[in-house]
């Protein structure tokens, strides 16, 4: 599995875009880029993901560079609620990996009022 | 509104009990998981299942057996739990490996042993 950086905490304002980097410089071909989210207390929260396009869907809008070695996480208008740590999880389409999700230590993001 | 529903919550157990965590989805999900999250170690992969009966090891397997004698419900075992057990557990299932869709995780229950 390809290995993640993340950093470890980031600020946003209220209202304002988050964007959330992270560094995947040895994705292979065939692994697709997942984001979570877990907010404090709970389980993790499947946000979006993608291969090579850019995907955007009611949560969050996810960019990956042309080279694949890297990708951004936009959430248009943080609120409160969007206070959590993100992780993003290269994770191998098929093969014999039975889906499995290896978790770093993700980006604490802290939305300020 | 699909679900991954975990037995307890909090739970507390004693040094040398036999614990039982259960897991219960209602998504028809081929594949289930288990995990535990510690401060400082994030989350960490105990044992997974993929089909009715069948199982394969974590990352952390060791103290830990597991259960799948239903496709919905997915039991991790403590046999003899430790206080180095006390942790955070949280289940996971989702769709077969052939196809992709996201993990959909339980609440958690936060077990202490004492």
């Known amino acids: 599995d390809a290995k993640t950086t993340q950093p470890p905490s980031m600020d946003c304002a209220e209202g304002r875009a988050a964007n959330l980097p992270c560094n995947h410089s040895t994705i292979s071909g065939n692994e697709y880029v997942y984001w979570y989210r877990q907010i404090h207390s709970q389980g993790p929260q499947y946000i979006i993901h993608?291969?090579?396009n850019n995907e955007t869907n009611e949560m969050a809008s996810l960019i990956i560079t042309e080279d694949r070695k890297s990708s951004t996480l936009i959430l248009p208008h943080a609120t409160l609620r969007d206070t959590a740590v993100y992780y993003c999880?290269?994770?191998?389409?098929?093969?014999?990996?039975?889906?499995?999700?290896?978790f770093g230590q993700g980006t604490i993001l802290t939305v300020h009022p | 509104d699909v679900k991954v529903t975990q037995s307890s919550r909090y739970l507390v157990k004693r040094t040398g009990e036999k614990v039982f965590l259960e897991c219960v989805q209602d998504m028809d999900h081929e594949n289930m998981f288990w995990y535990r999250q510690d401060p400082g170690l994030g989350l960490r992969l105990i044992y997974f299942s993929y089909d009715v009966k069948m199982k394969e090891k974590g990352d952390i397997p060791e103290g830990y057996s597991v259960s799948r004698e239903k496709k919905e419900r997915f039991s991790l075992i403590l046999e003899s739990a430790s206080t180095n057990q006390t942790s955070m557990y949280l289940c996971a299932s989702s769709l077969n490996r052939g196809r992709w869709y996201g993990y959909t995780f339980g609440s958690g229950t936060r077990l202490t042993v004492v």
């Open positions: 999880i290269p994770r191998d389409a098929g093969g014999t990996s039975y889906g499995k999700l290896t």
């Open positions: 993608g291969l090579k």
